[in-house]
């Protein structure tokens, strides 16, 4: 009998209190994440952010210079568990408040 594999939750949290020119993004899962590339789509700008390893716990900040308060996007977060498989996550740029 095939048992497909269960659900794989996504490992960060966001704190948005400091939308819309500071984001961070904790590690929240228990395992240490690899070669996570934070890319920025949408108002103002934001350099692109290359972390090679990110421990459980661990944080990092993202910050977007010239949004408006009003104004939206997404970042696009990738990442690699330990056994290597590579994950895709659209973070929402939403203000402080809303949900991730």
Request: charged share 20%; net charge positive.
């Amino acid at each position: 009998m095939h048992h497909p594999t269960p659900a794989y939750p996504v490992p960060f949290s966001v704190d948005r209190s400091a939308a819309p020119r500071r984001y961070e993004i904790t590690n929240t899962s228990s395992e240490t994440l690899d070669g996570i590339d934070l890319t920025h789509l949408g108002t103002g700008y934001s350099p692109p952010l290359v972390v090679r390893r990110l421990e459980p716990g661990r944080g990092l900040s993202l910050a977007v210079f010239g949004a408006g308060a009003d104004e939206t996007g997404v970042v696009i977060v990738r990442w690699r568990r330990p056994d290597r498989s590579e994950y895709l996550w659209r973070m929402s740029l939403a203000g402080p408040g809303l949900a991730p």
